[in-house]
């Protein structure tokens, strides 16, 4: 529970807009590619946030109490490590 309310309250960064390189649909779409073979559900909610190195989507699935979580990089395409987070 502290995981999730720390997510809800606690920002690095302010969501930035889009840039233009990737869609929010494009970045779910790389995310559950990443997802896909953790047995995690494949669909996500992409939003934009600003990192140091530009634009970093932050996609997350969101179930009862935890849900996995990808990073992807809007300049390459590339998606981080599929994390889990919650209480599962």
């Given at each position: ?27 779910a779409a790389i995310a ?57």
């Open positions: 529970m502290l995981a999730f309310l720390d997510r809800l309250f606690t920002r690095s960064a302010a969501p930035a807009p889009a840039t233009g390189h990737l869609t929010p649909e494009q970045a559950a590619r990443a997802a896909a073979g953790t047995g995690a559900p494949t669909t996500g909610t992409a939003v934009p946030n600003r990192a140091d190195t530009g634009i970093v989507w932050d996609v997350c699935e969101v179930a009862y109490g935890s849900g996995w979580r990808v990073r992807v990089d809007d300049a390459t395409g590339a998606p981080g490590p599929v994390g889990r987070w919650g209480v599962r």
